[in-house]
């Protein structure tokens, strides 16, 4: 199968401040009860993805373009770039921010469970 990534314009995202584009890649149905979303998060300049926490999963962004402030679970602050990759363990907090005041700043997001049973 191949299709085109679902672009949801959305305003607020994890409480945050200012719009977000999220091209849906592959949504939950998709990913076979191990995860929920796979998706290119574009936040304009002036826009956040507000504190929130992730229970049971995980969350790791891939930064493509831009310039991003990370806030990670204890609080730290952490300038990102391209190339840079955040990473969320289960039951922690983030956050992150565009810095630039004329680019986007562009990343891959990928929500996949953590309370799934291994095959041995």
């Not at 926490?53 to 806030?71: N, R, S």
């Not at 679970?73 to 907090?93: L, S």
Request: hydrophobic share 30%.
């Amino acid at each position: 199968m191949v299709r085109k990534p679902e672009l949801q314009n959305r305003e607020g995202l994890g409480g945050g401040n200012g719009p977000a584009r999220v091209y849906h890649i592959v949504r939950g149905d998709d990913l076979c009860g191990i995860g929920r979303m796979y998706a290119r998060i574009e936040l304009p300049p002036g826009s956040n993805i507000g504190w929130h926490q992730h229970v049971d999963e995980t969350e790791p962004y891939y930064i493509l373009e831009g310039e991003g402030l990370f806030t990670d679970n204890d609080g730290t602050k952490t300038k990102v770039g391209p190339g840079d990759v955040c990473t969320i363990k289960p039951g922690q907090f983030h956050s992150m921010e565009n810095l630039s005041e004329e680019k986007d700043l562009v990343f891959m997001a990928l929500i996949y469970n953590t309370n799934m049973t291994r095959a041995e």
